[in-house]
């Protein structure tokens, strides 16, 4: 398979980034908050921007060549992400996924083109970054895009998502909350948007540990794409000025709130985000700008327990 010579970049990475901003107002609560809505990229997730740069990057900086194999491992969004994006730039595109990720997401994987290996995580999320490194030290045709330590992760993240949070919000933003896997969002978010306002309190979302199993791999908990029991490289030197613990079950409750009151069909770590935000708001003067990520969109968890809804369908 060749690469192309890009004249000009495939169109569906044109309609990556850019995502709009929404208010969100909890009457009950008596608060309001701003939502950025990475579910209306491409695949339906906040990881096409980390594909879409750290792919462009090394296809235009000579990393990638003609048969070269773009290999990640992933529990899921990055995966289906990467394969997009790494197909359409006419790569072979090799995704690594814990057994116990969901079928949906195997199932776009294979769609876009992509190769899917499985593996038994065992419980541990390092498995497939140790397996994906064996790899590539056998073949020098895997190339490895390495989202955990990449610093272009944050740095898309800082002068792409950061930016267009500022030029979106009206006068300072008070907070900022945000779950983290690679803890480039956080990270670089939280870094454009202190540099700006150095008063604003950048929050991680984590999930509480008494739902949790401390060093799972990310996608086998009930908030899946987001870490526990870890800290991320990433966000060793991020702007962190608070930690909000949010439960499996507030979280799938909020989603389902999403769903069902805003109409916003998303995954569960954006509503443990939601829930996370609402929380820091109360704590804030009325009116205070607190920011958040919808990060992915609700069609990939059908098989997951948020379906699970009693009384679905009426039989006639
Ligand atoms: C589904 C999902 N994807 C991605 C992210 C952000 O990931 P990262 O820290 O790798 O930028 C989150 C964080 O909340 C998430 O919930």
Redesign the pocket.
């Known amino acids: 398979m060749t690469a192309p010579q890009l004249q000009t970049i495939p169109a569906v990475l044109s309609v990556i980034g850019d995502t709009p901003m929404i208010e969100l107002s909890f009457s009950a609560e008596g608060v309001k908050l701003l939502a950025k809505c990475?579910f209306r990229n491409p695949t339906g997730?906040?990881?096409d921007r980390?594909a879409k740069h750290v792919l462009l990057h090394a296809h235009q900086n000579g990393l990638l060549h003609p048969d070269s194999i773009i290999l990640e491992c992933s529990s899921?969004?990055?995966g289906i992400a990467m394969a997009m994006v790494g197909r359409v730039l006419g790569y072979q595109v090799t995704i690594l996924m814990s057994r116990s990720a969901s079928e949906e997401r195997r199932k776009l994987i294979r769609q876009l083109g992509a190769e899917l290996i499985l593996f038994d995580s065992e419980g541990r999320y390092q498995t497939g970054i140790e397996i994906s490194n064996k790899m590539a030290q056998e073949n020098p045709r895997y190339f490895l895009p390495r989202?955990?330590e990449n610093p272009l992760?944050v740095e898309d993240?800082e002068f792409g998502t950061g930016l267009e949070i500022l030029s979106q919000v009206d006068g300072p933003i008070a907070a900022f909350v945000?779950?983290?896997?690679?803890?480039?969002?956080?990270?670089?978010c939280g870094k454009a948007i202190k540099k700006k306002w150095p008063d604003a309190l950048i929050c991680a979302?984590q999930p509480s540990s008494t739902e949790l199993m401390a060093g799972e791999c990310p996608c086998c908990h009930v908030?899946?794409?987001?870490?526990d029991g870890f800290v991320?490289k990433?966000?060793e030197d991020a702007p962190l000025d608070r930690r909000i613990l949010v439960s499996g079950l507030d979280a799938t409750r909020m989603t389902r709130r999403l769903h069902r009151e805003f109409g916003l069909l998303v995954?569960?770590?954006?509503g443990?985000?939601v829930a996370a935000a609402l929380q820091v708001a109360s704590e804030l003067p009325a009116g205070a700008n607190v920011v958040t990520?919808l990060?992915?969109r609700a069609e990939?968890y059908f098989s997951t327990p948020l379906f699970d809804l009693p009384g679905g369908e009426s039989q006639v």
């Open positions: 990475e997730s906040v990881k980390l899921g969004n990055t989202q955990f992760n993240h945000s779950g983290f896997g690679t803890g480039g969002t956080l990270a670089g979302m908030i899946e794409g987001v870490a991320p990433l966000l995954g569960t770590s954006s443990a985000n990520l990060c992915d990939r």
